[in-house]
């Protein structure tokens, strides 16, 4: 689900503005911005992990400290670095590296940690501030999220209906055409077994029933209506949901020998591959 929060805080002389950007995912992704300490990302990754499931997840964090950062410079990264340096400018003949480059590398000027450290309470209050308009976007967008595959839902069980009073039918259309049948390939169609007959369209008819499928379709559509409902992040049951009311679809096409059950069928899958696409972005 898609969605934006800012959150604003100072604590200890230190100001934090943190970012927090949601778009569409099937699972949760986390992407942290802004070259904090492991104590701060550890923190940032718990909370956020806490308050959503699903969604690729953007925390950007910007610190303000009103006491300069103290930064100190690593003797022996330094001296590495100026070895390496010095060596590819042997080796192409240029001049040695001069003291800017050398400081310039990763890893030879460095923070304090405990100046991230102390940032840690202005962060975290200003990530739950970020976290709760990011929160307040989602709902939003699943309030109309709910309605529209609550319509889908209404669709699907219409669809389903429809071919359950097909199927009602169906017997009656398997003898009728197996008749006709025996009429165009035996001169005298009196001759036929009627109980052989009736034995035949009971198998063919027992093949073709979908009775199980249709059960099972309403109780998907129960179910899925009542997560819809719900409060908790529902997100992965309904993706199993719909998983197996495309099963019990595709079941229904395989027995189907009506055409207007199968172009029911058709439409329903239709309709099926906008719900999963929806569901994808419900929390």
């Known amino acids: 689900m898609t969605g934006f929060g800012r959150g604003v805080a100072t604590r200890g002389g230190t100001r934090a503005t943190v970012d927090a950007r949601s778009v569409n995912h099937r699972f949760l992704d986390l992407k942290l911005r802004g070259g904090v300490s492991p104590a701060i990302e550890e923190m940032v990754s718990a909370k956020t992990r806490a308050a959503l499931e699903r969604g690729a997840v953007a925390i950007s964090i910007h610190l303000a400290r009103e006491v300069a950062v103290s930064t100190r410079i690593d003797r022996e990264a330094a001296k590495a670095a100026h070895d390496a340096l010095a060596e590819v400018a042997t080796q192409l003949g240029l001049a040695g590296p001069n003291l800017a480059l050398v400081l310039a590398q990763p890893g030879v000027i460095t923070s304090d940690d405990r100046d991230d450290e102390a940032a840690l309470p202005a962060v975290a209050a200003a990530l ?156």
């Open 128 to 283: 739950d501030a970020a976290l709760v308009q990011l929160g307040e976007m989602r709902v939003k967008e699943g309030i109309a999220l709910a309605t529209e595959l609550t319509n889908r839902l209404g669709e699907l069980d219409r669809l389903r209906a429809t071919i359950a009073t097909l199927a009602a039918g169906v017997p009656q259309q398997i003898a009728k055409r197996l008749q006709e049948r025996i009429k165009r390939l035996l001169e005298d169609p009196t001759t036929v077994d009627p109980a052989r007959l009736a034995q035949e369209v009971a198998t063919l008819a027992d093949r073709a029933d979908i009775t199980e499928e249709l059960v099972r379709l309403v109780s998907h559509f129960d179910q899925a209506r009542a997560l819809i409902a719900g409060k908790d992040a529902v997100g992965r049951r309904l993706d199993f949901l719909v998983q197996e009311i495309g099963r019990e679809l595709n079941t229904i096409g395989s027995k189907s020998t009506v055409a207007e059950i199968t172009s029911a069928v058709v439409e329903a899958k239709a309709t099926l591959e906008k719900v999963r696409e929806q569901v994808q972005n419900v929390e």
